[in-house]
């Protein structure tokens, strides 16, 4: 008998498993069309990831899982040895496909763990202890982002003006999301909060992404440029800023979409509290701090270009940083499953994690 829970994702969730097929919904057809892209191998997976058609620290996490199962399932029918070098060859290039997000390593490590566990399995049990484990993963994440919206709710007070960035909502995260999560959670209270969207250059995933998703629930929004931002703190439209993350240091420093350390400086000089929304698995404790944080760099042309058409010369020189870290001195409060954490971080953290 292996052990575990056979829960898995549903349609209808950003990222889904049914009938030996991750399904996930492509985010760069967003907001124009839906469109639902079936993977089949580890190297589709990957390809996925790294266009950003799946995005979200833990979206990715168990995106992440389910290309380490469709790898074991690609060597079906052979031996366990097989199986075996199948899926340790999947967990290599998933968890190389994004340097910065914790959550996929976490996942990856979780399908080795399941790996090493089934060191005595044949290869039909040890396939199943696979996709028990990948199961896990995605309920796991369903469940603490569940809590994680419960918890935020104290942070939000009724009738907020909120500012946030990105896209933290169920795309990223499955199901109930983070940051933006949170914000939709209080929404449906009734608590008559406004929300400002950054746009999120360059790739726009606050237009494309946050807009929609906040739309759809029926959240009262307004669309901002980035450097916006400031300007609508200064006239006291905002009352905390809220953002997601993709990695937080043992310290509390934070790896977060570019454009994030702006906003907590800027909501610092306000007098703006400023939050983190984050599961305990975005949590690197083996990170000391945002020093040590591999910030991902990514290509030109996202910055070139917007929306296909060119906006600066072809040859211009770019610094394209996905990522930045915001210090943990501005950060107000880390948002988890298990309740906002305060600083000190290096011991609230820890506690944290029992």
Not at 179 to 207: F, S, W
Not at 245 to 255: F, S, V
């Amino acid at each position: 008998m292996v052990p575990g829970r056979t829960v898995s994702c549903e349609p209808g969730d950003s990222v889904f498993f049914t009938d030996e097929r991750l399904s996930i919904i492509d985010q760069t057809a967003l907001p124009g069309a839906t469109i639902i892209l079936e993977l089949s191998t580890p190297e589709d997976v990957v390809g996925a990831i790294r266009r950003l058609a799946v995005r979200g620290a833990m979206a990715i996490g168990v995106a992440g899982a389910y290309g380490v199962l469709l790898g074991a399932l690609g060597a079906a029918g052979g031996n366990v040895e097989e199986i075996r070098r199948a899926t340790g060859e999947a967990v290599s290039i998933i968890s190389a496909s994004r340097p910065t997000a914790v959550n996929l390593f976490w996942a990856c490590r979780r399908m080795e763990n399941a790996l090493e566990e089934g060191a005595e399995d044949g290869p039909d049990t040890l396939t199943l202890r696979l996709r028990r484990r990948a199961d896990e993963i995605a309920f796991d994440t369903i469940e603490s982002n569940r809590q994680l919206v419960e918890a935020g709710q104290e942070v939000v007070g009724n009738g907020a003006g909120t500012l946030t960035h990105c896209n933290s909502g169920p795309l990223a995260a499955i199901r109930y999301g983070t940051a933006v999560g949170v914000l939709i959670e209080a929404h449906r209270r009734k608590k008559g909060i406004h929300v400002y969207v950054d746009e999120t250059r360059p790739l726009l995933q606050g237009a494309r992404l946050t807009a929609w998703e906040l739309g759809r629930e029926g959240v009262p929004y307004t669309l901002i440029t980035d450097s916006t931002a400031a300007q609508v703190m200064r006239r006291g439209s905002v009352d905390l800023v809220i953002t997601g993350a993709d990695r937080i240091a043992a310290n509390g420093d934070t790896a977060n979409k570019i454009g994030t350390y702006a906003l907590a400086v800027l909501a610092g000089e306000h007098g703006i509290p400023f939050y983190i929304a984050a599961p305990d698995s975005t949590v690197d404790l083996e990170c000391a701090d945002g020093s040590r944080i591999v910030i991902e760099e990514r290509n030109a042309d996202e910055v070139r270009t917007c929306a296909g058409r060119a906006t600066a010369p072809p040859d211009s020189p770019v610094y394209n940083p996905a990522f930045d870290v915001t210090p943990a001195k501005y950060i107000s409060g880390i948002i988890t499953e298990r309740g906002v954490l305060r600083r000190p971080y290096v011991e609230s953290l820890r506690r944290s994690r029992g």
